[in-house]
C-alpha cells in the first residue's frame, strides 16, 4: 500500500498562490488514481481535484480554472497548483491515493496527513 506525504501549504493572501506536493512510496505510483481532497473547518471533506493513472484530470467547479493538478511519476510526486486563492480555499488539503487491486479484486486506497492551506491578509 502507498504511503503519502504532503508539503507546501501555509498561509498566503489572497490572490496568491502556492503549489501542494505529495510523495508517495511503497507501491507503484503509475497505477495509482491521485487526488486532492480538502476540508474546512465544520465541513465536509469534499475533491478539489484528481487526475488519472493516464493524465486525465477533473476539478470540482469551486476551483476550475485556478487549480491544477499534475503528476511525475519519476519522482513518485503529485502537486496541486493553486492560484488566485481565496479565503474559501482555506481547508486542510489531503492527498488520496486509489487503485484497483487485480489479485484481491478491491480497491486500495490511502491518504495523507494533511497540510493546512490558510488565505488570510
Do not use: H
Not at 47 to 70: E, P, Q
Amino acid at each position: 500500500q502507498v504511503q503519502l506525504v504532503e508539503s507546501g501549504g501555509g498561509l498566503v493572501q489572497p490572490g496568491g498562490s502556492l503549489r501542494l506536493s505529495c510523495a508517495a512510496s511503497g507501491s507503484i505510483f503509475s497505477f495509482y488514481r491521485m487526488a486532492w481532497y480538502r476540508q474546512a473547518p465544520g465541513k465536509q471533506r469534499e475533491l478539489a481535484a484528481a487526475i488519472t493513472s493516464g493524465g486525465n484530470t477533473n476539478y470540482a467547479d469551486s476551483v476550475k480554472g485556478r487549480f491544477t493538478i499534475s503528476r511525475d511519476n519519476a519522482k513518485n510526486t503529485v502537486y496541486l497548483q493553486m492560484i488566485s486563492l481565496k479565503p474559501e480555499d482555506t481547508a486542510v488539503y489531503y492527498c488520496y491515493a486509489e487503485k484497483w487491486d487485480i489479485a484481491t479484486k478491491l480497491w486500495v486506497s490511502s491518504w495523507g496527513q494533511g497540510t493546512q492551506v490558510t488565505v488570510s491578509s
